[in-house]
């Protein structure tokens, strides 16, 4: 995967993210000296889990061939010092037997973007 930011042509900050072709814009919003022209990367951080926890439920379910329709989840974050916290909301729509439920929250709790969230990260940089 490659992922290519930088300085976007519209706003203040607002940086253009290329990820393998696909753009997303990024901004800061008017509080934080942005023009609010798209989400944060706290946000961006945030939707990651969402989308990672939705697509893991969906493709675990379809795997068993049990009739989960859709997996909604809600993110909120709240930082205190040194500790950025993440609140997952879960609503799984179809008709799943209560074991069925608990497998899938067992499962939320291991894809791969809360694995990556909840283990050890390290960042190299350097200036190039």
Known sequence: MNIFVHKAAVGRIAQSVEIDGHM???DGSLA???DDLGPNPHAL???ALGAC?????KLYAERKGWPLENADVTI???ETPGVYNLH???TLRGDLSDEQ???LLEIANKC???RVLSGEINIDSKLV
Do not use: Y
């Open 45 to 47: 951080l945030d939707a």
């Open 101 to 103: 439920r608990e497998r």
């Open 112 to 114: 791969p973007i809360h």
């Open 88 to 90: 997952r909301e879960i």
């Open 53 to 57: 926890t939705a697509l893991t439920l």
């Open 24 to 26: 997303i814009l990024a």
């Open 32 to 34: 934080e000296n942005g």
């Open 76 to 78: 909120r974050h709240e």
